[in-house]
C-alpha cells in the first residue's frame, strides 16, 4: 500500500500535479485524505475551545473512555465505532453533569474514566474472539478506512462544526469568564454539559485517524500553538484549522512514500510545530487577551 521514495534524480517531465494525481489513483488514498481533512477541520475548530477551557484531560478522557465503549461494540456484536460514540456521550454527560465548573473537575473525569475503564476490561474478558477491531483505534487506522467510514466522519464533523457555530458566542463568553457568563443568564452548567458532548462526537471521528493514544496531536496542540500565537478568536480558530490540516496532508503524503506510521507522523510533526511556537514570543497576557474581550464578548467576537 506504500510506495517507496525513489533514490534516483527526478524525471525532467515530472510535476506536482502529475505526483498528486498518481498520489490519489489509489482508494484508499482518496478515503484518508478524506477523512483526514474532515477530522483536521472539526478537530481544529472544536480544540480551540477545549484548549480555550482548560478541557485538555477531559478530551484525552473522553477517547479512552470511547475506547472502553468500543471494546463493548466488539464483545456484544455491533460496531466498535457505534460503543465509541456512545459510551462517549455517556462520559460527557457524567463528567459534565458532576462536574460543576470547568476549574477543579479532574478528580470527576477521573472517577468517571476509572469506571468505564474498568467496565471496558470487562467487555473484553467476555470477548473470546479476534478483539482486533477495538484495538486498531488505539493508534488510528486512517489508511484502512472505508467509504462507510468516510460518510460517519463527514456526519460528524458536519454536525460537530455546525453545533459550536450555533452556541459560538455564548460559548465563548462563559469560556472566557464562566462567573461573569452566569451572572447575565448564560446557562453555563448545560452549555458546559452541550460542549462536551461535542468534544464526545469529535473525538469519535479523530479517534479512527490518529488513535486513543494520540488524540492531544489534534484536539490540543493546534488550539495550544493558536493560543500562543493568536490575538483574536477568529483568527485562532483559522490558525488551528490550517496546522491541523498541515499536519494531517503531511502525514499522509510522507507515509505514501516511506514506511512510516501516518500517526506517528503527525502527532510529531504537531509536536514540533509547537516546539517552534514556544520560541515566539507570546502575543496576548492570556487566552485571546481575556481582559479584552471579556465580558463584552458576548456581542463582540
Not at 133 to 150: E, K, M, N, R
Not at 197 to 224: C, D, E, Y
Request: charged share 10%.
Amino acid at each position: 500500500m506504500v510506495r517507496l521514495l525513489a533514490t534516483t534524480a527526478p524525471h525532467p517531465s515530472w510535476n506536482l500535479l502529475d505526483d498528486v494525481g498518481q498520489l490519489l489513483h489509489y482508494p484508499f488514498m482518496r478515503h484518508a485524505f478524506a477523512a483526514g481533512t474532515i477530522v483536521a477541520v472539526l478537530a481544529g475548530v472544536v480544540g480551540y475551545f477545549v484548549v480555550l477551557r482548560q478541557s485538555s484531560f477531559a478530551a484525552h478522557a473522553l477517547s479512552e473512555i470511547g475506547f472502553a465503549g468500543a471494546s463493548g461494540g466488539v464483545a456484544f456484536g455491533f460496531s466498535a465505532v457505534y460503543g465509541l460514540l456512545g459510551m462517549s456521550l455517556i462520559g460527557a454527560v457524567l463528567i459534565g453533569a458532576l462536574g460543576k465548573r470547568l476549574r477543579g473537575r479532574d478528580a470527576v473525569i477521573g472517577s468517571v474514566l476509572a469506571m468505564c475503564l474498568g467496565l471496558g476490561s470487562y467487555f473484553l474478558t467476555r470477548y473470546q474472539g479476534n478483539a482486533s477491531g477495538a484495538f486498531s483505534l488505539l493508534f488510528g487506522q486512517i489508511l484502512g478506512i472505508s467509504v462507510h467510514d468516510v460518510w460517519i466522519i463527514a456526519i460528524c464533523g458536519a454536525l460537530t462544526v455546525g453545533l459550536i457555530a450555533a452556541l459560538y458566542r455564548p460559548l465563548l463568553f462563559a469560556s472566557l469568564d464562566e462567573d461573569v457568563a452566569e451572572a447575565r443568564g448564560i446557562p453555563v452548567r448545560a452549555l458546559s454539559i452541550g460542549f462536551l458532548v461535542i468534544v464526545a462526537v469529535a473525538v469519535t471521528a479523530a479517534v479512527q485517524v490518529v488513535g486513543v493514544l494520540l488524540i492531544f496531536s489534534l484536539l490540543v496542540i493546534p488550539g495550544a500553538i493558536a493560543e500562543r500565537l493568536c490575538r483574536t478568536p477568529g483568527r485562532a480558530i483559522a490558525l488551528c484549522v490550517a496546522t491541523s490540516l498541515l499536519f494531517v496532508w503531511s502525514g499522509l503524503v510522507i507515509t505514501y512514500y516511506t514506511n512510516f506510521p501516518v500517526g506517528f507522523l503527525i502527532t510529531s510533526f504537531a509536536f514540533v510545530a509547537y516546539l517552534l511556537a514556544r520560541l515566539v514570543p507570546s502575543s496576548s497576557s492570556g487566552p485571546v487577551e481575556r481582559a479584552r474581550l471579556s465580558p463584552d464578548v458576548s456581542t463582540k467576537t
